[in-house]
């Protein structure tokens, strides 16, 4: 049975930092390409971050510079490390796996607000 189990969101200050995890299993970790895609209220879901599994990573435009994905294939768990939020960063954060089927985390809540 394929899980990816999102953690680490909260509520916290504009200017502060999270750090997202996204354990895995029942899937060949390594092979998969991970990221993080991100739903506010009312608004579609939209890519967050990417990374290869060879650990190349993309951004959106949005989050560069702020945000940052990392892997750790021994431990099949995907990060994301969340800088210098904004109130716009709000939305429900998922962990998304892809190789020859996509799956989908159950997303955690990340809400900036002061």
């Known amino acids: 049975q394929v899980q990816l189990v999102e953690s680490g969101g909260g509520l916290v200050q504009p200017g502060g930092s999270l750090r997202l995890s996204c354990a895995t299993s029942?899937?060949?970790?390594?092979?998969?390409?991970m990221g993080w895609y991100r739903q506010a209220p009312g608004k579609q879901r939209e890519l967050v971050a990417t990374i290869s599994s060879n650990g190349m990573a993309n951004y959106a435009d949005s989050v560069q510079g702020r945000f940052t994905i990392s892997r750790d294939n021994a431990r099949s768990t995907v990060y994301l490390q969340m800088n210098s939020l904004k109130p716009k960063d709000t939305a429900v954060y998922y962990c998304?796996?892809?190789?020859?089927?996509?799956?989908w985390g159950q997303g955690t809540q990340v809400t900036v607000s002061s």
């Open positions: 029942g899937i060949n970790f390594r092979v998969y390409a």
């Open positions: 998304n796996g892809r190789f020859v089927a996509t799956y």
